[in-house]
């Protein structure tokens, strides 16, 4: 019985439906992905499992108790907002404070220290947020939230307001925390790659609705629909197949038997740092991407070329 | 550059000098001399007024002001605070619910104060539905004493204290306030400690607002304290019409300005800027 468990979520917004029958188990001590373009749904899923929205229609479960009709601060649900939220007259030590305050928690000293230790913050306890830098804000957001040991951690796109090297190591740290504390964690994000390295399990969503609930490899190597397919990295459609780009060959002369060819004329040829990407067009005005490794080869602007991939790498989606 | 600034601030400094400064040291020249017989002032030069600034029995009205105003600005902020959280999130009647506070504006302050001079004296609008209703036999005193002039004050200044903190609660982020309620507080706890701090520096804008124009007050005292409950725009007032005593007269104005001045400075040495 120790899970979140979603039935039938509806919600209507004046204009339209914002989510649209929404089922999901996520299981305890899970770190679980809501992944979804902008406007698929995801953050107001979370606002109602955290009670500032009350779905239409729906059970929202947690171990064993509906929410349903609770207010916020009857849930046993913390949120780490997108912005953050911290009470900008507060230190970082008193906003960590402040849910324990709301409960008198005898222990409220102790807490604090440990939480603050556990994010690696003692040493700016006593900062206000407006002298923090964005990392340290995150973490004080994330201390505060975990202090009051919820049974379910949301997290709201937490990591989109740092620079995208503090975002991967907060990814980092984020991941090891949750398995430290093993508490479950609701993830909210539109970044698949953030999604992908950090979730045991994600829920991609599209319109309202989920598209594909699985593990990351079930989700990236096997997508149920070829939006699925799409927002998880690049592709390359040839007919009703797809395959990723990292997965498709390019060279100049005939590829080995048994492989699934198709011939082209180099595009644009670009080198990543860490790979390089070559485009070639197909006599059927088909576009290709090949993203190979160094010392494969490289490719010049009109080239002609094979492009081959195994076929057991192909993900059939019809349109 | 520099030329065409001084030019622009002219007339600004032309005001400012001729309409502000000037009286100021008219008003210092007259506190250092005598009182003249009919009004007016002459020789010789001295300190006397200053003096006699330390008089109990002036020190007691001086008090007395200091707690009506008091009074008024705890009353003004006490029934602005929920009705400017009220207009702050009432999303499109903002504009129409705040032009309502300002409507008092658009008649005289004189206008409006005789009206409560209606609505408070033993035949007035109160005390006839009241007997008429049979709850009392009496008219209540409502009318000339201190209760009647700290209503007065406080109607007069209540919109002065609604605009600022409507200004700060209207900026608060409503996130805060689900951040509250996330951690487990209740709406009134968020409300302790969230929004109330938060509403600091609204609450001094607010509150010298009120204050400030309420310790100076001379129309509402009059009026609906009926000459027995004196406050120091009244005894300012007595000095230049029927006492004839200038000299006092503007000493008292001065030192009026300077509890002011001081108090301001102690407010805004705070949030310095923010608040203006």
């Known amino acids: ?319 | 550059m520099k030329r065409l600034r001084a030019l622009f601030l002219l007339p600004a400094w032309a005001f400012t000098l001729l309409l502000f400064l000037a009286p100021l040291g008219i008003i210092v020249a007259y506190s250092l001399q005598t009182k003249g017989v009919y009004g007016g002032v002459g020789e010789p030069w001295t300190f006397e007024s200053y003096v006699r600034l330390f008089d109990p029995l002036y020190g007691v009205i001086l008090l007395r002001s200091f707690a009506m105003a008091g009074a008024a600005t705890l009353g003004c902020l006490v029934l602005a605070f929920p009705l400017a959280l009220y207009i702050s999130r009432s999303g499109t009647r903002k504009t129409l619910l705040l032009n309502l506070v300002m409507l008092p504006f658009w008649t005289s302050f004189l206008v409006r104060t005789y009206a409560w001079m209606f609505l408070l004296r033993d035949t007035g609008l109160i005390n006839s539905m009241l007997l008429g209703m049979g709850v009392i036999s009496e008219p209540l005193p409502l009318l000339y004493n201190d209760g009647a002039v700290v209503v007065g004050l406080i109607y007069g200044y209540l919109p002065f204290a609604v605009l600022p903190l409507y200004s700060n609660l209207e900026r608060l982020d409503k996130g805060l306030l689900e951040a509250a309620a996330d951690l487990g507080a209740k709406p009134w706890e968020a409300m302790l400690h969230v929004v109330l701090p938060l509403t600091a520096p609204g609450m001094r804008a607010a509150g010298v607002l009120v204050f400030i124009p309420s310790l100076g007050a001379y129309l509402t005292p009059d009026l609906l304290g009926g000459g027995k409950s004196m406050m120091i725009g009244n005894l300012v007032q007595n000095q230049f019409t029927s006492a004839r005593d200038w000299p006092f007269g503007s000493a008292l104005s001065l030192a009026l300005m300077a509890v002011v001045m001081l108090l301001l400075w102690a407010l805004l040495r705070r949030d310095g800027e923010e608040m203006l």
């Open chain 1, 1 to 319: 019985m120790s899970e979140l468990i979603l039935e039938g979520i509806f919600k209507d917004f004046p204009t339209h439906r914002v989510v649209d029958g929404i089922t999901l188990t996520i299981p305890q001590g899970c770190f679980y992905s809501l992944l979804g373009p902008s406007g698929c749904g995801k953050t107001t899923t979370l606002r109602m499992i955290a009670g500032f929205d009350e779905p239409d229609r729906g059970l929202i479960k947690l171990n064993g108790r509906t929410l349903n009709g609770l207010r916020p601060y009857e849930r046993p649900v913390t949120t780490v907002f997108q912005s953050y939220a911290l009470f900008p007259h507060l230190t970082a030590a008193e906003n960590v404070a402040f849910g324990l305050q709301r409960r008198k928690d005898p222990d409220t000293a102790r807490k604090v220290r440990d939480a603050l230790e556990l994010v690696q913050l003692s040493a700016k306890a006593d900062r206000l947020p407006a002298k923090m830098s964005g990392g340290e804000r995150q973490r004080t957001a994330l201390a505060r939230a975990l202090v009051l040991e919820p049974e379910l951690l949301l997290l709201d796109e937490p990591l989109s307001a740092l620079d995208p090297a503090l975002r991967k190591q907060m990814r980092l740290e984020l991941k090891e925390l949750q398995a430290r504390v093993g508490i479950t964690f609701l993830f909210i994000t539109h970044d698949q790659e953030e999604a992908l390295s950090l979730s045991d399990r994600i829920a991609v969503m599209h319109k309202g609705r989920i598209e594909q609930m699985g593990s990351p490899q079930e989700i990236y190597l096997t997508p149920a629909t070829r939006f699925v397919a799409g927002f998880l990295g690049a592709v390359n459609w040839v007919g009703d197949v797809g395959v990723r780009p990292e997965l498709t060959r390019i060279s100049r002369e005939r590829p080995p038997s048994g492989m699934r060819v198709k011939e082209g004329t180099v595009s644009s040829a670009m080198f990543l740092g860490d790979c390089f990407r070559v485009e070639a067009q197909t006599a059927e005005r088909e576009s290709l991407v090949a993203q190979i490794a160094h010392g494969l080869g490289q490719f010049e602007r009109g080239e002609r070329v094979h492009l081959w991939w195994d076929p057991s790498d192909e993900m059939a989606l019809p349109e």
